[in-house]
């Protein structure tokens, strides 16, 4: 049983880290109805930004974790603004195709510029544990879900109270309406990617300190991002972070009982039995 408590703790943790990087892709989808498919791709270029660029330099850690997450929001702004905008409106297959496009460039471009190793961010926490209640914890895991917390807590406060956010919920509703309101969709669409790159760079900088990562983990990225985003509700920020915590628990649950092989089939079928049972995800999408 005590097995059991550790497991479902690192997953409730790790959950954390699976929330952030699902948080990008339901604000793109909640906001464009478009799927962005360069999602991981941008959680995997702010790794390497960080672990590549920032820390040789010889700036810490969390001042390069800072300097990281306004790097990506003006990243995430430019492509929207510059490349994907100009696919919107076409029918779903543009989107998906121009997106799918940048991920190619992307993932190439790091191989190109940081060969295949694979890279993570050498801390002194990365070894480091935490005692709950007589089980041991990794530090970085706790980071996880504490940063995962607030990045959750900050969107939320942000899309509740803020102009910014009220105009980015009319966009996202009903966008001609918006645009009587003298909102500009495309404006409005260019701050969203953005703020989903930059929730992407916190995963980014989470995701150098939890684990490895090579050119191409972007794509595993996007695969938890959307089985997070499907199990916890298209669109709903809560929602997809509590679909982060299930799907996490899932599959260090199926590691635990049927070996680490099976990690990923156990949180497959938490997605598949979501789909069957509960097609409008954990929480739809009723309040942001």
Do not use: K
């Not at 920032?54 to 430019?78: D, R, T």
């Not at 041991?136 to 917390?149: A, K």
């Not at 915590?245 to 949180?267: D, E, H, K, N, W």
Request: glycine fraction near 12%; hydrophobic fraction near 55%; proline fraction near 5%.
């Amino acid at each position: 049983t005590m097995q059991l408590v550790e497991t479902l703790l690192n997953g409730l943790l790790v959950g954390g880290l699976y929330g952030v990087i699902g948080l990008g892709l339901s604000i793109n989808f909640g906001t464009m109805r478009v799927v962005h498919l360069a999602h991981g791709d941008l959680i995997v270029l702010a790794a390497y930004f960080l672990v590549t660029i920032l820390v040789p330099a010889g700036i810490p850690p969390l001042v390069a974790a800072a300097i990281v997450i306004p790097v990506l929001f003006v990243v995430g702004w430019a492509l929207q603004r510059f490349v994907v905008g100009r696919s919107l409106g076409r029918g779903v297959l543009p989107p998906l195709i121009v997106t799918f496009g940048i991920s190619m460039v992307l993932q190439n471009v790091l191989l190109l510029g940081a060969t295949a190793d694979a890279r993570t961010l050498h801390s002194s926490l990365a070894s480091a544990g935490v005692h709950i209640g007589g089980l041991t914890v990794p530090v970085v895991r706790v980071l996880d879900f504490v940063v995962g917390l607030a990045c959750l807590g900050i969107l939320l406060l942000l899309l509740a109270r803020t102009a910014l956010g009220r105009a980015l919920r009319a966009t996202s509703d009903d966008s001609e309406t918006a645009r009587l309101m003298a909102i500009d969709p495309r404006t409005m669409y260019a701050a969203a990617a953005g703020i989903a790159a930059a929730t992407g760079g916190v995963a980014g900088v989470l995701l150098a300190a939890t684990s490895t990562f090579y050119p191409s983990t972007g794509s595993e990225m996007l695969l938890v991002a959307f089985e997070v985003v499907v199990v916890g509700g298209l669109g709903s920020l809560t929602g997809t972070f509590l679909g982060g915590i299930l799907l996490a628990m899932a599959q260090l649950l199926g590691a635990r009982l049927f070996g680490p092989s099976y990690a990923l089939v156990a949180g497959h079928v938490v997605v598949l039995a979501t789909l069957v049972f509960r097609p409008q995800g954990l929480l739809p999408r009723t309040a942001p």
